[in-house]
């Protein structure tokens, strides 16, 4: 059974960082894309970041572009969210999730394990 568990959410001032962190396990994850969505209070869950685990091609929403950076330890089977320059409209629970396959899509409903979710506030 995937098992995806997320870490290193809390509460941070604007303009400040913070690291968040997605344990996999389960099965091989060489084939696959792991990704980062959120969802703020009232709304959808939406794209953040994706990272493909072979070769670690990598992709951004508009929104954290140049602010945020995925990475993967292939070691570790562990995929980080550096995020930098925090802003109170990054306040959400951030999931970690998996698909197979060797795209970054940004639709939900093709990533098929997903973690609890780790909630991040950024105040003003």
């Known amino acids: 059974q995937v098992q995806l568990v997320e870490s290193g959410g809390g509460l941070v001032q604007a303009g400040g960082s913070l690291r968040l962190s997605c344990a996999a396990c389960?099965?091989?994850?060489?084939?696959?894309?792991m990704g980062w969505f959120r969802q703020a209070s009232g709304k959808e869950r939406g794209f953040v970041s994706g990272?493909?685990?072979?070769?670690?091609?990598?992709r951004y929403a508009d929104s954290v572009k140049g602010r945020f950076t995925i990475s993967r330890d292939t070691a570790k089977t562990t995929v980080n969210l550096q995020m930098n320059s925090l802003k109170p409209e990054d306040t959400a629970v951030y999931y970690c999730?998996?698909?197979?396959?060797?795209?970054?899509?940004?639709?939900?409903?093709?990533?098929?394990?997903w973690g609890q979710g780790t909630q991040v506030t950024v105040s003003s």
């Open positions: 999730t998996t698909r197979p396959g060797l795209y970054i899509t940004t639709m939900a409903e093709a990533y098929d394990y």
């Open positions: 389960g099965r091989t994850f060489s084939s696959d894309v």
């Open positions: 990272i493909k685990w072979s070769g670690g091609s990598t």
